[in-house]
């Protein structure tokens, strides 16, 4: 086993839902599937933390929680009540004052949950102490690592000795360029240790992508890996390093992580940079490793103090600083692990994520569940397509997390997991990023594992955490997210603001809840903060996704409702043409935009093909066809048209919006958001989109 202090590591290549249906009429039908595809009574999940979380809370307030709905109405009626209790189940570290525990109940924004409260995020993390490992690390196929509870406490201690030595107080920012592994969550807790304010991006983000974030909100230290593995090749960024730190005024010191060797050259590149300015690079293992281990220390601080920065995607504009709290985070992240996810003491949580995506904080958070976290930086599809499942059998992960995209990618390489390999510990598979086609739905249970807890979950950075997901005491319904989390007053409403009955409507939150962010960074007056949520239904969260309930209890997300398709005036969510054109078998990938022509709009529709294949006439009509039969003729696009690749954020998302930018010929302004900017310039002037 390797400490993260070790000079010599890494080494390559070795390793050490909702309310009741008949209560609810707004709910429309799932005829797909007369059965659910997995009940939990069934497995070994029907004992979960939910049912003994609903027990204890009946205890408590002398109420009867018979159901799941019967818990979540109370959590929404009562929220002030319900997060007290699930701050004492859990055991939060810290100070949750005197009641009342929810201010101003009916504002949004404005309410302020547990006033009086004092806790630190860290603290609640590093509980767990021994020699189990709290982390375990894979590099691709280059590198292997493991911390134990110990070490990494140690090694929290060491980074936040070092960042004092730099000047770090409360409330100063500490910004990241990190893969995946240790040492980021090392010096994220050191950060949160003393109040200092995180925010990361991951190492393949562009000069201009980072100055965009980390420019705004000036941070004190800057913590950068030397490079980074992708797809077997060593990626050297120390010259965009350098051109960052220079233009970076408020750094005071820059600390390189080694993981391809060539932190101290790095290091010495950026002192150029930083020296003039008073500042100076060091290596982490003179930065940190080299101290001795101090006593480590928690500020306790109240349960609205920032903890992370996390940013908008940035691509039609300037990206959003969105400020998230401490408390709410630990709160949120506590409930939709524990309570929604069935996170345990000993289990080993594995989400497939970068340091730019907000499911990395949500996997952090897992460590204050007493999960081990199974770490992963690189391809998905390195050297293999099954490295992932390569990784969750031998470090017998629990929980699987992904993106529902990978899980398309699986089934179109007809990978089958179940055939291959021991998936015996995995009892969860969590999918998030785009909404989850029921046909991935059958994929996972056909060829991933039969007796698995499949959670596709929605929410965003914009709450860390999320408004619909998993709900281990009710079945698995195909193509059904399962229900609104706890706490989570969810709705659907239409154009007017009202709770529609059936059908398609904005994705709305009409109570306050823990993890609203506090606000927007250099937003003091929160006119951004309110326009972005609160514009649209007065009092109301609106999150910008089109969704639509079920007749379990459950949700569809049909897309985001900015990038809704309305020809004609009718409203057609973008996921509803996706699901029908990605089961075709020469189609690898689809992207959906709505064009302005002639006063309306019209569909128009872009087909990556496989390999070696062309976009014929007799393809254009069997996508329309299937399209026609699978949605509705109204869904058929006027124009289907072949391109080469389609542009896509660095946590993997497609981009309507920048693509209908270039269709109608306007600037994006924001193109280092994207992880591959040139895949743009094959929707700029296509001679069929001008007649």
Known sequence: MMRACDSKSPIPGHFLTPTDAKSQPNRARNDAMTDALWRPEKTRSAQTTLSAFSAWMASQTGKSF?????????????????????????????DK?????????????????????????????????????????WGENK??????????????????????EAGVTAGDRVAAILPNMPESIAATLAAASMGAVWSSCSPDFGVQGVL?????????????????????KAIDISDKLVEIASKLPSLRAVIVVRYLGREKEVAQALNTSLIHKGGRAQTWDDAVCARPVQPLTFDRLPFSHPLYVLFSSGTTGMP??????????????????????????????????????????????GLASGATLLLYDGSPFYPSGTILWDYAQAERATHFGTSAKYIDALKKAELAPAKTHDLSSVRAVLSTGSPLAPESFDYVYQDIKRDVHLASISGGTDICGCFVLGIPTKPVWRGEIQGPGLGMAVDVFDENGQAVEYGKGELVCTRPFPSMPVGFWNDPDQKKYRAAYFSRFENIWHHGDFAEWTEHGGMIIHGRSDATLNPGGVRIGTAEIYRQVELLEEVQESIVIGQDWDR?????????????????????????????TGASPRHVPAKIIQVADIPRTKSGKITELAVREMVHGRDVKNKEALANPEALELYRGIPELGR
């Open 97 to 137: 004052g005197k009641p009342p525990y929810l201010t101003d109940p009916d504002k949004m924004p404005g309410a302020q949950f547990f006033p009086e409260a004092r806790l630190n995020f860290a603290e609640n993390l590093l509980r767990r102490k021994g020699s189990d490992a709290a982390l375990i690390f």
């Open 320 to 365: 959003k600083c969105i400020v998230h709290s401490a408390g709410g985070t630990l709160l949120k992240h506590l409930c939709e692990q524990q309570m929604h996810t069935d996170v345990r003491p000993g289990d080993r949580l594995f989400y497939f994520t970068t340091l730019g995506w907000m499911m990395w904080n949500w996997l952090v958070s």
């Open 66 to 94: 018979d159901s799941y709905d019967a818990l979540h109405r109370f959590s929404t009626q009562s929220p002030g009540e319900f997060w007290a209790g699930l701050w004492d189940f859990a055991g939060v570290v810290g």
């Open 143 to 164: 590198v292997k690592r493991q911390l134990t509870a110990d070490e990494l406490r140690d090694e929290v201690a060491r980074a936040a000795a070092a960042f004092r």
């Open 600 to 628: 309306d709009v019209r569909v128009v529709l872009f087909v990556v093909l496989k390999p070696g294949l062309v976009l014929d006439d007799a393809l254009r009509e069997r996508i329309k066809k299937r399209i026609r």
């Open 212 to 232: 965009d974030r980390f420019g705004q909100i000036e941070p004190k230290v800057l913590i950068a890996s030397d490079g980074y593995y992708y797809a077997g």
